[in-house]
């Protein structure tokens, strides 16, 4: 395959992260030494005027108001799908069945019904595919999922804490957007921000065995978007707490809310193992706080790592020793590993799966697909928020 060959992108969603993306599309070629170069063809949406503007302001070659259109697009070799919950499913079956490689936002679907039958379209078409769980893609969690491996933990993971905290339903009369709606969205805090965090159990320690959950939803009934003085029902979650035990025997103890004044987005974890603890704050991405029990008693104490020399994961494609990377730059990671797993199943090479999530971690810098969320990791995710949310239903523990 030539070093030069293009790899058409059709981008579905063009809000937030279909903001995100878009920037993605364009900034990973320009700094990663990728083996195929996308070329950003379409963005749909569904409201053309506001549509064509985002391809003029995004990048974009051409508007769409059908995603339909962009699958039946014979020249579009990705599909990325950057909408709401409701539709990934059907998306991303049409998308395969027409031979697309997928990127999908997360969560992977609303429930594991439909996760499984994105799982079984493409497996059947045998696409690349990938969640776009793009806080895997932080230097310091790659750089803390390695130090794990390498045993600077110690032989035994005794703890994962995670919290992901934000505020910005606190407000009664913040209105009953689709995040709130149990038929777009599947689940409220679950899915959109406590699917994050299993991800990264998952990611830096293992499968789960068996969780034990609490859900609550605090504000009933808010007010519609389109008649502010007319209330509709909240059909989600607002806030989960979950404990749990991995299969390796470690605890967890994991937390979601948008009920937390002052946290905007705010991700926290701590994992403690028999030779020490990493402890990592997304409000300072750049950085991971480490202690080992190994060092002198004397001068014991968390050292603080700052995550931006050359030798650490992905940074050496960027900026000079000590010049730090932002939100924006793991999108652009994981679009950077989306294309070279795809250039890896174009060019024969089996597409690498974590064994038990010990696959050792990339080389600085380096891309590799073995850090794939694929869409089966998404099924498994959604089998932990359903258990999650059995457990709260039932007030029971509930295997994964
Ligand atoms: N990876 C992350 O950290 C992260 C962050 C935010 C959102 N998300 C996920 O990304 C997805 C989108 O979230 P968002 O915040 O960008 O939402 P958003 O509401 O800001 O944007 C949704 C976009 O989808 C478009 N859309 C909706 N239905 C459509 C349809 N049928 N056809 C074509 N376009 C359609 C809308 O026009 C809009 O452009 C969700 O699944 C969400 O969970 C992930």
Same mark, same amino acid.
């Given at each position: 395959?030539?070093?030069?060959?293009?790899?058409?992108?059709?981008?579905?969603?063009?809000?937030?992260?279909?903001?995100?993306?878009?920037?993605?599309?364009?900034?990973?070629?320009?700094?990663?030494?990728?083996?195929?170069?996308?070329?950003?063809?379409?963005?749909?949406?569904?409201?053309?005027?506001?549509?064509?503007?985002?391809?003029?302001?995004?990048?974009?070659?051409?508007?769409?108001?059908?995603?339909?259109?962009?699958?039946?697009?014979?020249?579009?070799?990705?599909? #990325?799908?950057?909408?709401?919950?409701?539709?990934?499913?059907?998306?991303?079956?049409?998308?395969?069945?027409?031979?697309?490689?997928?990127?999908?936002?997360?969560?992977?679907?609303?429930?594991?019904?439909?996760?499984?039958?994105?799982?079984?379209?493409? %497996? %059947?078409?045998?696409?690349?595919?990938?969640?776009?769980?793009?806080?895997?893609?932080?230097?310091? +969690?790659?750089?803390?999922?390695?130090?794990?491996?390498?045993?600077?933990?110690?032989?035994?993971?005794?703890?994962?804490?995670?919290?992901?905290?934000?505020?910005? +339903?606190? #407000?009664?009369?913040?209105?009953?957007?689709?995040?709130?709606?149990?038929?777009?969205?599947?689940?409220?805090?679950?899915?959109?921000?406590?699917?994050?965090?299993?991800?990264?159990?998952?990611?830096?320690?293992?499968?789960?065995?068996?969780?034990?959950?609490?859900?609550?939803?605090?504000?009933?009934?808010?007010?519609?978007?389109?008649?502010?003085?007319?209330?509709?029902?909240?059909?989600?979650?607002?806030?989960?707490?979950?404990?749990?035990?991995?299969? #390796?025997?470690?605890?967890? &103890?994991?937390?979601?809310?948008?009920?937390?004044?002052?946290?905007?987005? &705010?991700?926290?974890?701590?994992?403690?193992? &028999?030779?020490?603890?990493?402890?990592?704050?997304?409000?300072?991405?750049?950085?991971?706080?480490?202690?080992?029990?190994?060092?002198?008693?004397?001068?014991?104490?968390?050292?603080?790592?700052?995550?931006?020399?050359?030798?650490?994961?992905? +940074?050496?494609?960027?900026?000079?020793?000590?010049?730090?990377?932002?939100?924006?730059?793991?999108?652009?990671?994981?679009?950077?590993?989306?294309?070279?797993?795809?250039?890896?199943?174009?060019?024969?090479?089996?597409? &690498?799966?974590?064994? %038990?999530?010990?696959?050792?971690?990339?080389?600085?810098?380096?891309?590799?697909?073995?850090?794939?969320?694929?869409?089966?990791?998404?099924?498994?995710?959604?089998?932990?928020?359903?258990?999650?949310?059995?457990?709260?239903?039932?007030?029971?523990?509930?295997?994964?």
């Amino acid at each position: 395959m030539s070093a030069r060959r293009t790899l058409a992108v059709g981008l579905i969603g063009y809000n937030f992260m279909g903001k995100a993306h878009s920037n993605a599309w364009r900034q990973a070629p320009r700094f990663f030494n990728l083996p195929a170069t996308p070329r950003l063809r379409t963005i749909c949406g569904r409201s053309r005027a506001a549509v064509k503007k985002a391809a003029a302001k995004l990048g974009w070659e051409n508007a769409q108001t059908d995603w339909r259109r962009v699958i039946d697009d014979s020249k579009i070799d990705i599909v #990325d799908i950057c909408t709401p919950n409701d539709t990934h499913c059907e998306i991303a079956i049409a998308a395969a069945q027409a031979g697309k490689a997928i990127l999908c936002e997360k969560p992977l679907a609303r429930n594991v019904d439909e996760a499984e039958k994105m799982v079984r379209a493409v %497996k %059947k078409a045998r696409v690349v595919n990938m969640v776009c769980h793009n806080y895997r893609r932080i230097p310091a +969690i790659v750089l803390a999922k390695r130090m794990i491996e390498r045993g600077d933990l110690g032989e035994r993971i005794f703890h994962f804490r995670a919290r992901y905290a934000q505020d910005w +339903i606190v #407000d009664p009369n913040f209105p009953l957007v689709w995040r709130l709606q149990s038929n777009v969205a599947g689940s409220g805090a679950l899915g959109d921000i406590f699917s994050h965090i299993v991800d990264l159990a998952r990611y830096l320690v293992g499968e789960f065995k068996e969780v034990c959950a609490i859900m609550e939803t605090f504000v009933k009934q808010r007010p519609l978007e389109k008649n502010r003085r007319v209330k509709g029902k909240v059909t989600v979650d607002d806030a989960v707490t979950m404990i749990g035990r991995f299969k #390796d025997g470690a605890l967890a &103890s994991l937390e979601a809310t948008r009920f937390a004044p002052g946290r905007k987005n &705010s991700i926290t974890l701590e994992i403690n193992g &028999s030779g020490g603890s990493l402890f990592f704050d997304l409000e300072e991405m750049n950085r991971l706080k480490f202690f080992r029990r190994r060092d002198p008693k004397d001068r014991q104490g968390f050292r603080d790592i700052l995550v931006t020399e050359p030798t650490h994961p992905y +940074i050496d494609i960027w900026w000079p020793s000590g010049h730090t990377i932002g939100y924006e730059h793991t999108f652009i990671h994981t679009i950077a590993d989306f294309v070279k797993a795809m250039t890896d199943q174009m060019e024969g090479r089996a597409p &690498s799966r974590p064994k %038990k999530n010990r696959t050792p971690p990339p080389a600085a810098g380096r891309l590799t697909a073995s850090l794939q969320p694929t869409f089966e990791d998404g099924l498994q995710n959604q089998r932990v928020l359903d258990a999650v949310s059995r457990s709260a239903d039932a007030k029971r523990w509930v295997k994964t």
